[in-house]
C-alpha cells in the first residue's frame, strides 16, 4: 500500500500553462507538505497543511497554490508556468502537525519540465 | 537564520570501508531538531534519524551511527561495512520550531558505493 503517492511522476509542458500536481496520504496524518528539489538536489520547503490551514508559506511564488480538498490531499496549482519551475516537487506528511517530533513521510515525487 | 552545510559534495568508497557523512548546523534557538534523510537514485527521500537538542546521546541502527556534538554543532552520520545499496545522496536537516518552519536542509552528500 502506498502510503503517500503523487500523481503525475512526470509532466512536462509549455512555458505560460497552468498545471496541477496531486497528493495523496493514506496515513491518517494531520499536516502535509509541499518541497521543491531543483537541479542541483536543494530541498527547500514550499507549504504545509494542518487540518486544512495553511501554517506556512515560504517565499514561493503566488502563481503557486496548494489546495486541499481534505486531511488526505494536498494538490499543487501552478499558473503560468515559468522556466524556472523545472524541478522535483515531492509531497510529504506526518502526524501530529509537529514536525519536529515526527518523522516526515515523502512520496515519490513529480519531476516538472518546462519547456 | 538557520544553516545546514554538508561540506561533503560527493565521496566515493569501496564496498566494506566506514564513511562518515559529516553535517554541520547554525542556529541560535536552543531547543532544535536535526535530522539525516537517504535520497537513493530510485528519488525518493526515506527519513533515516530525528534527534532533539536536548538528547546528545549518539544513536546506533545497525550499520548506521549517528554522532551529535552541540560543542562543535556537528552531527555526522557514518556508514559501517558499507554496501552498494548505501549509495544515495544524504540530506542533513534542522528545523527549530513545530510546524516546519525554517525548516532547512543541508545541501546533501552523494555517497557512491562501489563493488
Known amino acids: 500500500d502506498t502510503a503517500v503517492s503523487q500523481t503525475p511522476k512526470y509532466l512536462v509542458t509549455q512555458m505560460g500553462n497552468d498545471k496541477s500536481i496531486k497528493c495523496e496520504q493514506n496515513?491518517?496524518?494531520?499536516?502535509m507538505y509541499w518541497y521543491k528539489q531543483d537541479s542541483k538536489k536543494f530541498l527547500k520547503i514550499m507549504f504545509s497543511?494542518?487540518?486544512?490551514?495553511?501554517?506556512i508559506n515560504e517565499t514561493v511564488p503566488n502563481r503557486f497554490s496548494p489546495k486541499s480538498p481534505d486531511k488526505a490531499h494536498l494538490n499543487l496549482h501552478i499558473n503560468s508556468l515559468e522556466l524556472g519551475d523545472s524541478a522535483v516537487y515531492f509531497c510529504?506528511?506526518?502526524?501530529?502537525?509537529?514536525?519536529?517530533?515526527?518523522?516526515?513521510?515523502f512520496g515519490p515525487g513529480t519531476r516538472l519540465t518546462v519547456l | 537564520a538557520q544553516k545546514v552545510t554538508q561540506a561533503q559534495t560527493e565521496i566515493s568508497v569501496v564496498e566494506k570501508e566506514d564513511v562518515t557523512l559529516d553535517c554541520v548546523y547554525e542556529?541560535?534557538?536552543?531547543?532544535?531538531?536535526l535530522f539525516w534523510y537517504k535520497q537513493p537514485p530510485s528519488g525518493e527521500l526515506v527519513f533515516l534519524i530525528r534527534?532533539?537538542?536536548?538528547?546528545?546521546q549518539n544513536e546506533i541502527s545497525g550499520r548506521y551511527s549517528w554522532n551529535f556534538q552541540k560543542s562543535t554543532s556537528s552531527f555526522n552520520f557514518t556508514i559501517t561495512a558499507s554496501q552498494v545499496v548505501d549509495s544515495a545522496v544524504y540530506f542533513c536537516?534542522?528545523?527549530?520550531?513545530?510546524?516546519?518552519?525554517?525548516?532547512?536542509f543541508g545541501p546533501g552528500t552523494r555517497l557512491s558505493v562501489l563493488p
Open positions: 534527534r532533539n537538542s536536548f538528547d546528545e
Open positions: 496515513l491518517g496524518h494531520d499536516t
Open positions: 497543511y494542518n487540518n486544512k490551514e495553511l501554517i
Open positions: 536537516a534542522l528545523s527549530v520550531d513545530n510546524y516546519g518552519q525554517n525548516f532547512v
Open positions: 542556529t541560535r534557538d536552543t531547543t532544535y531538531y
Open positions: 510529504a506528511s506526518s502526524p501530529k502537525g509537529a514536525v519536529p517530533y515526527n518523522e516526515q513521510f
